[in-house]
């Protein structure tokens, strides 16, 4: 069913989109101004399932590309994603019709509200990750062989670089030396495909799970119960850690926020160490040495008192924060999959095991 | 010898202090003007216990003006905004997400002008000095001599803003400048409404300080002022003329520090018990935690550094409403007007307080007054504010282990000697003042901001080093060796560098030896 997306409803949505963002997907905050300046403007966003989306409707996705530690600092001008659209739909040749999210976290999943809003196209309720992923060739769609191209990045001088490859992984590459070219952060039109592409290839509903991460947390906090269990029952997902954080390092390199943070235990953790390793998003919770969860699941760190999502480039010396795992989209643990996201492709020399069977093997340690 | 004088919004606490031991202390009402507060305060410490002006060391003074200020939008100096980054940043300009009091009484003068810098250092556009003067004259036309400068990536390299800084004190005679590469850090907004508020608060901060430094001349003491900050430690009269955002939450910060200097406790929770509301917080170390996520004051995120303190609107004056089946506690007060509206005192509402004297925990005005009072609705009363205290405590301490709980504040006498969750509960002596005594035995701290290479060095040495500097510097300011923590670490990746440059910034504080003979702490 379609419906309306206004103003009121995005303080649950970006701060649920942030929850799926695993640390990653751009900042949050930023990503609901950026809404709510566009919806305030031109009205609420309409919303629809991927199932009332006829089959040769033209959907195109919307999205921030760079650094999340940059995107914080170089705010956009506003009217970089539409000249992308625009750009992208001159190079097609034919309207399009509807916008979709690329990946839902952070602020993308607001970037594709302020595209609609300012363009008054509706936005399909999916997205083509089912949380946040650094790579632009990480989704679903690519792997089910969706071309990310033709494609078009844009930046808030006015430049925009239209691309088309042979294949997803060269154009994460040009199109992430054309980001860092422009400042390290760039908007990005891209992966055009049909109506019925959207449903057979993306992870549908991941919009109103936003919404409803956002609304448990904010319920938990009224009610004075436990949001970060909340969430982690929402997601279906392990409460894994509990500690403050000891030390972070970080660097942006090659156009991605780089790094880790070492969480001392607390708690029932005490004296237990946890190690993140992040490339804007989370990608391997070590503890005491042993792998406690990795790339595709979803390694989620929220403030231990109001689970408010901590993103990689806010995490700092001090903070007291909980670790959450939670199982991918099930797309994502086949060997095509694993290929693209897993563990090995990050450089990790260790193989995916869910984060299911890892939580339980370490449950039954002496 | 040495004063500590804590200025709220409602009370003006002071305390001469000798070494460890609290010599007199003295409680006296706000005065809506600084010097008459100040001067009753050292008077009143000088009924209480006689001393020469001379052997006063140093004076500590801690201040909710600034605080409040922005709280109620009241006295703050008309501000514009000029922000360096164009063609960037114009989707979220200046004040994007304040409130409209604090807009309404800065006025909305923004000026986005070309400039700033992209990550790597190269430039987003020229600084364009015929823009920054148009923009400075336009200021000038309007009256305003108050600027707040922001440039993107400017916590990278700050030489733009202050060119624009030079162009505006060209163009604006006496124009006072605040610029955000000295307030913040990395995370514009953030960095760029804190320095909004600092060149807001700029004025009153001349006023404000010129006030309690002649304050404490005209006792005829000469020993040098200090200004309480947020995190603990002491800065100059003088800094705080040019940085008064730095005052913001030394209150509940001082609290703290003065209770567990009280309790001699160093982990443990702090209920500071007012009139109207309690604070809650929890010592880690002797130190306040702080708060993880962005922290709002007066409605404007900012990225400072806060004590984590949960309030709850319930205090002393609460008024006490329904019956025994149904009784609620707060969050209405009859606050300041406790001495003529509550029972106990000959009026005419039941407030915790007046609860708090039937059930016999404590002895104030006519106790007579709440002997007529339902000894059910004393009792569901009195359980209900423990069960809210005790669901507080609960939320800001970091494991279900039981911990110390120390009371302070005027209101302590509606806490039971028993509380869930609490070890052992805690009242210790001068607890009314503990702000005061927050303030008389702060910090020195030591900062060392600096840009390393890690091209032939682990980081690991690199951060060390910059610790050790940043400790020597504590030390060097007055702080016992033994006392100096880290209690800030940043590293911000300066890419255009060659050679993976790093700016890391440390910060160090540690305890002023307090006299006496072994120079203890008390921490």
Known sequence: MARLVGEEDLEDLARGAAVLGTGGGGNPYIGKLLARQAVRENGPVTLVDAAEVPDDAVVVQSAMMGAPTVMVEKLPRGDEAVNALLALQDHLGCRVTHIVCGEAGGINSTIPFVVAARTGLPLIDADGMGRAFPELQMLVPSMLGVSATPMVVADEKGNTVLLRTTGNRWTERFARAATIEMGCTALIACYAMKGHQVRETMVLGTLTLCQALGRVIARARAEHSDPVQAVTEQLNGHAVFRGRVADVERRTETGFARGRAVLAGLGSYGGAKLELNFQNEHLVAIRDGRVLASVPDLIIVLDSDSAEPITTEEIRYGFRVSVVTAPCDSRWRTDAGLALVGPRYFGYDFDYIPVEERVSAERDRP | ?523
């Open chain 2, 1 to 523: 010898m040495r004063i500590g004088i804590d200025v709220g919004g409602t009370n003006t606490d002071a305390v001469l202090m000798d070494g460890r031991e609290v010599l007199a202390e003295f409680k006296t009402l706000t005065t809506p003007d600084v010097t008459d507060g100040i001067v009753a305060a050292l008077a009143g410490l000088q009924r209480a216990r006689p001393f020469p002006p001379r052997q006063v060391s140093t004076v500590m003074i801690g201040t909710t003006h600034f605080t409040n200020a922005v709280v109620e939008a009241q006295r703050l100096a008309p501000t514009a905004t000029l922000r360096l980054g164009l063609p960037a940043t114009a989707a979220l300009p200046p004040m994007t997400d304040w409130p409209d009091r604090l807009c309404a009484a800065l006025g909305r003068h923004s000026y986005l002008c070309h400039g700033g810098y992209e990550f790597d250092g190269r430039i987003i556009s020229e600084f364009d000095e015929k823009e920054v003067r148009e923009a400075a004259a336009d200021i000038a036309a309007k009256g305003i001599r108050t600027v707040a400068v922001s440039a993107v990536f400017s916590p990278v390299n700050a030489d733009m803003e202050m060119q624009a800084a030079e162009v505006l004190r060209d163009v604006i005679p006496g124009a006072s400048v605040s610029l955000s590469h000295e307030i913040g850090r990395v995370g514009l907004l953030e960095r760029e409404n804190a320095t909004i508020l600092n060149a807001c608060l700029h004025e009153l901060a001349e006023t404000i300080t010129t006030a309690l430094e002649s304050a404490v001349r005209e006792a005829g003491i000469e020993a040098p002022v200090y200004i309480s900050q947020n995190d603990g430690t002491l800065m100059s009269v003088e800094y705080c003329r040019q940085y008064p955002v730095a005052t913001f939450a030394s209150g509940p910060t001082n609290s703290m520090r003065g209770a567990a200097f009280l309790s001699g406790q160093t982990d443990c929770v702090v209920i500071d018990v007012g009139g109207t509301t309690s604070d809650v917080g929890v010592l880690v170390h002797g130190f306040p935690r702080e708060a993880a996520v962005a922290v709002d004051i007066g409605g404007v995120r900012t990225n400072f550094r806060m004590p984590d303190v949960l309030p709850v609107g319930l205090g002393g004056g609460s008024v006490v409403a329904g019956d025994a089946g149904d009784v609620t506690v707060g969050p209405r007060s009859v606050g300041y007007a406790i001495q003529q509206r509550a029972l106990v005192f000959g009026g005419d509402t039941v407030t915790a307080t007046d609860l708090a004297v039937a059930a016999g925990l404590c002895d104030v005005g006519d106790r007579d007054r709440v002997a007529g009072l339902d000894r059910e609705l004393v009792r569901r009363g009195m359980q209900l504010i423990q069960e809210r205290l005790a669901e507080l405590v609960d939320r800001v301490k970091t494991s279900p282990a039981p911990l110390p709980v120390v009371i302070v504040g005027g209101g302590s006498i509606l806490v039971e000697d028993r509380l869930e969750g609490a070890s052992e509960i805690l009242k210790p002596d001068h607890f009314a003042v503990a702000n005061a005594i927050g303030a008389a035995i702060a910090q020195v701290g030591g900062e060392v901001d600096k840009v390393v290479s890690l091209a032939d060095r682990a980081r690991e040495d690199a951060l060390e080093s910059v610790r050790r500097e940043a400790i020597g510097k504590a030390v060097a300011a007055g702080a016992l060796a033994s006392s100096v923590q880290i209690v800030d670490v940043e590293e911000v990746p300066l890419a255009y560098l060659p050679s993976n440059a790093v700016r890391i910034r440390v910060k160090a504080v540690g305890d002023l030896p307090l006299g006496g003979d072994d120079g203890a702490t008390g921490r």
